[in-house]
């Protein structure tokens, strides 16, 4: 495999994305467009679109840049409780040469932060024992250096302003584009 290319799940991997995606296997693996494919009907007219995210938390994309890691490089802490979330995002993270540590809810990562150092953190907020909401108000008052990254679907206006308020410096709507989160990051090698 190419130094530049995505890793993929196994095959025994399929049957679980099918469920969790709610979509065919031949459209996962790209056999059928997903808009000749009947979706699951989801109810977005809650949730808020990227573009006003980045109103609520000012942010200003800036032109497309590559910036040189430092030689030191940021752990980011990948706090989710999809297992193929989590590894996509740290695949993702580690060829962009940080270094990464996961947890599958918020309780284990406010555990993980005892024990190691981070320096960024994602968080979704639907996770089991403790959601990302209360996960982000723990951790900001235990360390407020780290930089929190909210990383969900749950993307309504209340839960937007709620990880603001908390302290998070930034909210990411899944399903997301890899390049954003990197954009994101960059922010903070500065």
């Known amino acids: 495999m190419g130094e530049n290319e995505l ?3 196994d095959v025994a991997m399929i049957p679980k994305l099918v469920k969790y995606l709610g979509v065919s296997a031949d459209i996962l693996l790209g056999c059928n467009e997903p808009e000749t494919a009947t979706l699951p009907e989801i109810d977005s007219g809650n949730l808020l679109c990227q573009d006003q995210i ?3 938390f000012n942010f200003v994309e800036e032109k497309e840049e590559k910036r040189e890691r430092k030689n030191n490089p940021k752990t980011v802490l990948v706090t989710d409780d999809v297992p193929l979330m989590r590894m996509l995002i740290c695949d993702m993270l580690n060829k962009a040469d940080y270094k990464t540590l ?3 809810n918020g309780k284990e990562c406010l555990s993980l932060l005892d024990s ?10 639907g996770m089991p024992e403790m959601n990302g909401l209360e996960a982000l108000a723990k951790i900001k008052s235990k360390c407020p250096e780290i930089k929190v990254i909210m990383v969900s679907a749950q993307s309504s206006k209340e839960n937007v302003l709620k990880a603001r308020e908390l302290g ?4 990411i709507a899944k399903p997301f584009n890899g390049n954003n989160l990197l954009k994101i990051l960059d922010l903070f090698e500065n």
């Open 7 to 9: 890793s993929l799940p």
């Open 54 to 56: 980045n109103s609520i």
């Open 102 to 104: 996961t947890a599958a």
């Open 116 to 125: 190691q150092k981070a320096d960024i953190c994602t968080l979704d907020i």
């Open 168 to 171: 998070a410096e930034y909210f």
